[in-house]
């Protein structure tokens, strides 16, 4: 068994490990957080078979089907987070909480 085969493995587990752990934390509405943690191995698993089987297959393609777990779950945890309210096209997320803090604030007029 080589390095890179050890290694690569070792990074699916700890990167499985992670997103189970942050699913647990989050709480994600759909699934459990074994189930994504699965959803991880097995894409990586697939993109790792692929690579090695298939001497031709492009590496793009193999790094989509590996990217493709993780892209799922964070698309779900981003849906979990945020829930089913409408957008406001007119502010950024990232604003959102601040400017539910200075809403009672005054505006200074200093002239600027």
Do not use: F
């Amino acid at each position: 068994m080589s390095l890179a085969a050890v290694a690569g493995g070792t990074l699916l587990a700890l990167a499985a490990g992670l997103v189970h752990r942050d699913a647990a934390r989050v709480g994600v509405d759909s699934g459990s957080p074994a189930l994504w943690a699965g959803l991880v191995l097995l894409t990586g698993g697939v993109g790792a078979i692929t690579a090695l089987l298939v001497p031709d297959a492009p590496i793009p393609g193999v790094l989509v089907v590996v990217a493709l777990g993780p892209l799922l779950y964070l698309l779900e945890r981003d849906d979990s987070l945020h829930g089913d309210d409408d957008p406001d096209p007119t502010r950024l997320p990232s604003a959102a909480a601040a400017d539910d803090v200075d809403d009672d604030a005054e505006p200074s007029d200093d002239g600027e």
